[in-house]
């Protein structure tokens, strides 16, 4: 069982950046693809972006030309490289590993505030 923990969140004005990270108990190297979400008060939980063991990228349309996914498998960390913040983007975010659809690994969250 490997486990994913998040941080790098925090309070930010829009506009601003902010890099998530999420750390790997083990190697990261055997899921097959990895992911942020993310879910605001209120609201469903939702797909950010996402990467594949391939390195194939997709994102929200919200996000796009904004948030950049990407992983270092000798550090056995994904990140999450969040631009021109808005206060939309305002949620706790989630990292997740799956193996497949049925077997998936989450993180414990980490909350960003985007507010002046």
């Known amino acids: 069982q490997v486990r994913l923990v998040e941080s790098g969140g925090g309070l930010v004005q829009p506009g601003g950046s902010l890099r998530l990270s999420c750390a790997a108990s083990?190697?990261?190297?055997?899921?097959?693809?990895m992911g942020w979400y993310r879910q605001a008060p209120g609201k469903e939980r939702e797909l950010v972006a996402s990467?594949?063991?391939?390195?194939?990228?997709n994102f929200a349309d919200s996000v796009k030309g904004r948030f950049t996914i990407s992983r270092d498998n000798a550090k056995n960390t994904m990140y999450l490289q969040m631009n021109s913040l808005k206060p939309e983007d305002t949620a706790v975010y989630y990292c997740?590993?799956?193996?497949?659809?049925?077997?998936?690994?989450w993180g414990q969250g980490t909350q960003v505030t985007v507010s002046s």
């Open positions: 083990g190697s990261i190297f055997n899921f097959n693809g």
């Open positions: 997740n590993g799956y193996y497949s659809q049925y077997a998936r690994v």
């Open positions: 990467i594949t063991s391939g390195g194939s990228t």
